[in-house]
């Protein structure tokens, strides 16, 4: 199976994923394996993902430590947040008069806020926010992200059910 994972990645796409990870580490065809691996199952043994692609169980444990400190990905468990115990979650919309960036950082240090992305369109920060309940979430949108210096305005759109949430979106 080795070769063809490799060969799957021609030199083409391989160079087009290069010019598009805005200077980030270069990976090569056998780490995206491992990557498309893992995100099949993060629990898979190194010995199992290393036949898949054609290294060592040592070799595969050396490039995992090495994708994980170079912060190209994260092993983590992922759950339903409403199992265990945060029964509202929302995405807000965020307006900033004057520096984004630092309305994003101070956004990123609020433990709610599980998601932060500075776009271009209607609102200049995405913020996923995951509470308790709908008293918890009023305090973090109200006392907490308004009161940011430099927040213009907010829009909320709560979750009323989670359809789908997966991080399956492979390597491309």
Known sequence: ?????????????????????????????????????????????????????????????QRVQKLLDQGVMQIVAVTDPLTVGFRRQAMVGVNVQGDVESVADALTAMSECEYVVMTAGSFDLMVEIVCEDDDHLLDVINRRIRALPGVRSTESFVYLKLKKQTYMWGTR
């Open 1 to 61: 199976m080795h070769s063809d994972v490799v060969a799957s990645r021609s030199a083409e796409h391989r160079d087009s994923r290069e010019s598009r990870n805005g200077g980030g580490p270069t990976l090569d065809a056998v780490s995206l394996a491992i990557i498309e691996q893992l995100q099949e199952d993060g629990r898979r043994p190194y010995a199992a993902i290393g036949k898949a692609v054609g290294l060592s169980e040592a070799a595969v444990r």
